[in-house]
């Protein structure tokens, strides 16, 4: 199993980076999570991460699934990879407004622009209104650009924060068409930040690769069982376009200095090729609150 070692101290900035342009829901939850470090748009998950290992910045925000569209694609092949370590969690209520240039109206409305998963998420609205869909890289790049072309014609499907700074109106509050839409971010570091065990919940991810061996992941699975180990998610990918071997991304409740995860997790080393833990951080309030209901 890999460990982690912490360095010595260093000069810490006050950045935080994230994927997408001013007004994305990265930056959203950029803000909530950290609303004393200053956001840090990059144009992709690569640069947020490699402003994250430079020092450039403190903290990177990075969505990793969402409620309604699944898992956020390349994320699993990028974090083992990245050197770094997570180190919090943060859940936003995605919301999209349908925004327009100042005096744009919604009965004049015909075309629509977004990124995929946007479009994907409010197709209600499109539908209703008869809109032409329009797919861009970024959610907040459309209100970008649809505030430097000055039609009324054309709107953007957006988070609210993009019409705040690039000074589009509203022309429908969420009209997402799922109440529950959520997507989940992790919060990477340089280092680890391991926090006391016996304080609160912790969630523990890590990637394996299991041995090549009759039932594996079966008895992989064991040890968590037995041990009385709450594994919250478990995926598959196939790692540099392999079909016969697949990597695994888990997430269990609970801290490795926990004598049950540490029983857990020797009999998922014994079964695995490949184990490295990610990050332990402690649980988002957010997930206690889904238990409750």
């Known amino acids: 199993m890999t460990k982690s070692k912490k360095s010595s101290p260093q000069s810490v900035s006050h950045r935080i980076s994230y994927q997408g342009e001013p007004g994305a829901n990265s930056h959203m939850a950029a803000n909530e999570a950290h609303p004393a470090l200053e956001p840090m748009a990059c144009a992709t998950f690569e640069d947020a991460l490699a402003a994250v290992k430079s020092g450039e910045a403190r903290y990177g925000m990075i969505p990793i699934e969402n409620s309604v569209a699944g898992r956020v694609a390349d994320i699993h092949h990028l974090l083992p ?3 770094l370590y997570i180190v919090g969690e943060h859940f936003l209520r ?15 409305v015909t ?3 977004s990124h995929v998963h946007a479009l994907g998420q409010c197709r209600k609205i499109i539908r209703k209104h008869g809109l032409r869909a329009h797919v861009t890289g970024d959610t907040a790049g459309a209100a970008r650009e649809v505030s430097e072309w000055k039609d009324r014609t054309r ?3 957006a988070p609210p924060l993009a019409a705040d700074i690039y000074g589009l109106d509203i022309l429908a509050k969420d009209v997402e068409d799922e109440a529950h839409n959520t997507t989940r971010f992790v919060i990477l570091a340089a280092e680890p ?3 006391d065990h016996d304080r609160g919940d912790f969630v523990t991810s890590f990637i394996f690769r299991v041995r090549n061996v009759p039932a594996a992941l079966y008895k992989a699975m064991g040890g968590f069982a037995t041990n009385g180990v709450n594994m919250t998610k478990l995926e598959s990918y196939q790692p540099e376009g392999s079909f ?4 695994f991304f888990a997430d269990i409740e609970g801290h490795p200095s926990d004598r049950r995860v540490q029983l857990a997790m020797e009999e998922l080393g014994f079964f695995s090729t490949e184990l490295k833990v990610l990050g332990t951080y402690k649980a988002s309030p957010f997930r206690r609150r889904l238990s409750e209901k």
Do not use: T
């Not at 919301?95 to 744009?104: D, S």
């Open 193 to 195: 930040e391991d926090a």
């Open 81 to 83: 990879n990245a050197g």
């Open 244 to 247: 016969s071997a697949s990597m």
């Open 94 to 108: 995605v919301r999209f407004h349908l925004m327009g240039i100042k005096g744009a109206e919604l009965d004049g």
């Open 155 to 157: 709107a953007a499907l």
């Open 111 to 113: 075309d629509v622009y």
